[in-house]
């Protein structure tokens, strides 16, 4: 338990920091910055409080505007996914109970782990390009900007996922 | 009363995530207008001195680059007191009573320590604050051209409104001639500005140089900003007239802050004239 809660406070301060630090100034071809924060909504523990859950991925949108000075667009994002969670997840593996304390993303296969990454990313994605355009002339560079940084958020974050997260 | 707090209990989750998305909404709206973003931002203590601490070791990478543009600005200043100097001598004699000189601006040095400019709505932090001070809407230059006005401030950093920004808007000229526009950007090409409301009179050629028309208290006027790239004209008005800047806003160290000792009195009139 105690293991539980140090591990997903390392995960949010170093996060955030590759986050702030790094990806912020990536730019890949000018102007694509992945937002890899977002994979510590994927990696928390699926528990019975899930109060706690929103409060703490709301401050993890909040942390991040803090740092890039976009008053609560991602704070708005990462809670929205944050509560669409478990209604994807259990469309993706099409069950409705949960052995609730031993989910591991790495026992799931390859493609659900993606199909449930890609569906949150995108609506993430989404959700911040539409409040930081708020515009519907913007549409079109809406829809292609969600499209490219979510190809290389996904990207980066399963790569992640595989690399640090272990399978126990 | 019982039903009501059965409603609350049974919906709890549901109304939780509600009222979070409503403040994060409300901080979202509050940032898409101009006066009024005060909670979120990085000129607050931590991640202000976050950034200050990345940025001193950034910094050491870009000494070189930064040494030649002080250099640069050093021989561009030498030229201008070469030039001077004729005036002086014929001046010579020219009594300045310093009870009558006024001194309009006053320039400060400030290090920029966070810098973005792929979003569509760009600022930059700079390490000063109003312990040194510093205050609201101040110009931002360095010594290429225009780079922001401040827009919030804690007591040693602040945000600069970039001009990569939508809610920016900033009077400029042509150089060869007085007519003015606005400079805006359309959130595209970050090198690449645009200038909106040119009255159709006003002959525009391609490699025109724009400066800054000090039609506001904020800018004084002069101050570079880019050149013509290209200009649609249609139906007789000047459709937009891309610019390309002088300055490369994705790298910028050391800027420059501008006080306008005489805006509070300008101010003052301009106000009481419109009451009027």
């Known amino acids: 338990m105690n293991n539980l809660v140090l591990s997903n406070s390392v995960r949010f301060i170093s996060l955030v920091l590759l986050q702030v630090l790094v990806l912020n100034h990536v730019n890949l071809f000018g102007y694509l910055n992945p937002m890899v924060y977002i994979t510590w909504i994927f990696l928390f523990p699926i528990k019975k409080n899930k109060s706690f859950f929103l409060i703490a991925s709301f401050f993890l949108g909040l942390t991040i505007d803090f740092f890039s000075d976009s008053g609560g667009i991602n704070a708005a994002a990462t809670l929205f996914i944050a509560f669409i969670r478990l209604p994807i997840l259990k469309a993706v593996l099409r069950r409705s109970d949960f052995d609730f304390l031993l989910f591991n993303l790495r026992t799931i296969s390859i493609d659900k782990i993606f199909l449930y990454v890609a569906t949150l990313t995108i609506t993430h994605h989404f959700i911040v390009f539409t409040l930081e355009y708020f515009s519907f002339n913007a549409f079109m560079t809406i829809i292609s900007n969600t499209f490219y940084t979510s190809i290389f958020t996904i990207l980066l974050s399963i790569l992640g996922v595989f690399l640090f997260v272990k399978k126990k | ?276």
């Open chain 2, 1 to 276: 009363m019982q039903q009501l707090i059965y409603f609350i209990k049974k919906f709890r989750y549901f109304l939780l995530f509600l009222v979070l998305e409503i403040i994060a909404l409300f901080f979202t709206i509050q940032h898409h207008s101009y006066h009024k973003s005060k909670f979120v931002s990085s000129a607050n203590f931590i991640s202000g001195g976050f950034y200050n601490k990345v940025n001193s070791i950034n910094e050491f990478f870009l000494l070189k680059r930064e040494n030649y543009i002080l250099i640069e600005e050093n021989v561009q200043l030498k030229n201008l007191l070469e030039n001077t100097k004729i005036k002086y001598i014929s001046e010579t004699f020219v009594i300045i009573d310093s009870s009558q000189y006024l001194q309009q601006y006053v320039y400060s040095v400030a290090k920029v320590i966070n810098n973005n400019f792929t979003k569509r709505n760009n600022t930059l932090t700079i390490n000063k604050g109003s312990k040194q001070g510093l205050s609201p809407d101040l110009g931002v230059v360095n010594s290429k051209g225009v780079i922001g006005v401040i827009k919030n401030i804690s007591s040693n950093y602040a945000t600069v409104l970039s001009i990569l920004n939508n809610n920016s808007r900033l009077n400029v000229r042509l150089k060869n001639s007085d007519y003015f526009g606005t400079l805006n950007w359309n959130g595209k090409d970050y090198n690449i500005l645009q200038v909106t409301d040119i009255p159709r009179q006003a002959i525009v050629k391609v490699g025109d140089t724009i400066i800054t028309g000090g039609k506001s208290a904020i800018f004084p006027e002069g101050i570079l900003v880019g050149t013509i790239k290209n200009f649609e004209f249609k139906n007789n008005q000047y459709q937009k007239i891309n610019i390309s800047l002088f300055n490369d806003m994705s790298t910028i160290g050391y800027v420059q802050v501008i006080n306008n000792l005489q805006k509070k009195e300008q101010k003052k009139l301009e106000l009481k004239t419109a009451n009027e």
